[in-house]
């Protein structure tokens, strides 16, 4: 059997290894969070710029407006 005083030194080592892991992953989650924020309100964006685009596409197009086929 080994020395519980060097299996207490271990685990003290191993906890120490853990908490920093811990730590760095929560640091990842909260930047994906972050990033995840900034994507969705630029997909909100795009989506509404998208319906613009669609719902002016829709209008009835004056022929003053048409450029000439030739141009």
Do not use: C, W
């Not at 191993?14 to 930047?31: A, G, R, S, W």
């Not at 969705?40 to 319906?51: K, N």
């Not at 829709?58 to 086929?69: G, T």
């Amino acid at each position: 059997m080994t020395n519980p005083e060097k299996r207490i030194t271990e685990l003290e080592f191993v906890v120490t290894h853990l908490q920093k892991t811990i730590q760095d992953l929560n640091e990842v989650i909260i930047e994906q969070g972050k990033r995840i924020d900034t994507m969705q309100r630029e997909v909100r964006l795009l989506a509404s710029d998208l319906r613009q685009v669609r719902d002016s596409s829709r209008e009835p197009r004056r022929a003053e407006d048409e450029i000439p086929p030739h141009y």
